[in-house]
């Protein structure tokens, strides 16, 4: 529901953020690393480690929000998974949290030209306005309208494997294979049109919550993968290779 541009937001900070004042990438000043050195996925690691307190601040030169809290004007919902159907939007979304996200592990093959990454997301707390029809196997009929719900996401996984290639000194995106994973979630809707039938489906989304996640994980992974290629490799360009890596 949230996830697709949230999580294109915290993986593109995380790998290739610019400074705001200079759009200089953050590792202006750093030493870069040694492509031969032994820990290269250390040194990397260490790079994004010590940015890390200026990623969330946003970059208003290239349209990257500030993080936290992070405001998504509007996701489009459209979903099937067993026993519930949803289409709709959301809208006028902030959420909490990203803060608190670590970079758990980063893998880089030069020979390869493969870029590994695992990012956690310990707590994202949500209030979002909706517009949604949806269709629950348990209930007679479906449930539609405008109203407005919060929740909270417990510990998300973000895992990425990226292709790479570097040309005229840049490194750019070729494609890459995203996968999610959603431990937890609260939803509960506050304000709708017909409030009997939006609590029987808050009851019905928190005893089946992994039906809801599994309903939600490949939308946000489709969305998320399409629109990091296009917009990584617009922040990539405007990087030399040589700010992370040296011979």
């Known amino acids: 529901?949230?996830?697709?541009?949230?999580?294109?937001?915290?993986?593109?900070?995380?790998?290739?953020?610019?400074?705001?004042?200079?759009?200089?990438?953050?590792?202006?000043?750093l030493t870069p690393c040694k492509k031969t050195d032994p820990k290269l996925n250390e040194c990397l690691l260490d790079i994004l480690k010590r940015v890390k307190p200026q990623l969330f601040h946003g970059v208003p030169e290239l349209n990257l929000p500030s993080l936290d809290p992070l405001y998504i004007p509007k996701v489009?919902?459209?979903?099937?998974?067993?026993?519930?159907?949803?289409?709709?939007?959301?809208?006028?979304l902030t959420a909490k949290g990203s803060d608190s996200m670590t970079v758990k592990t980063l893998n880089v093959d030069l020979a390869e030209n493969t870029w590994d990454m695992t990012v956690d997301i310990p707590?994202?707390?949500?209030?979002?306005?909706?517009?949604?029809?949806?269709?629950?196997?348990?209930?007679?009929?479906?449930?539609?309208?405008?109203?407005?719900c919060h929740g909270k996401i417990s510990h998300s996984v973000v895992r990425f494997h990226a292709n790479t290639e570097v040309k005229d000194n840049k490194?750019?995106?070729?494609?890459?294979?995203?996968?999610?994973?959603?431990?937890?979630?609260?939803?509960?809707?506050?304000?709708?049109?017909?409030?009997?039938?939006?609590?029987?489906?808050?009851?019905?989304?928190n005893t089946n919550k992994r039906l809801v996640l599994d309903l939600i994980t490949p939308i946000a992974e489709d969305?998320?993968?399409?629109?990091?290629?296009?917009?990584?490799?617009?922040?990539?360009?405007?990087?030399?290779?040589?700010?992370?890596?040296?011979?």
């Open 1 to 29: 529901m949230i996830f697709p541009k949230f999580l294109i937001t915290v993986v593109l900070c995380c790998c290739f953020s610019l400074d705001n004042a200079s759009c200089k990438p953050l590792t202006d000043g």
């Open 76 to 92: 489009s919902i459209h979903g099937t998974r067993q026993d519930i159907r949803m289409t709709g939007e959301l809208y006028n």
């Open 123 to 148: 707590l994202v707390m949500f209030v979002t306005d909706f517009n949604l029809n949806i269709t629950l196997k348990a209930l007679y009929v479906p449930i539609y309208g405008k109203g407005r």
């Open 171 to 205: 490194l750019k995106l070729k494609n890459i294979k995203m996968n999610l994973y959603f431990e937890d979630v609260d939803v509960h809707i506050t304000n709708t049109q017909n409030p009997t039938i939006a609590q029987t489906a808050s009851e019905f989304f």
């Open 223 to 247: 969305a998320a993968t399409d629109l990091l290629v296009q917009h990584g490799n617009r922040i990539l360009s405007t990087m030399e290779i040589t700010d992370l890596l040296v011979d």
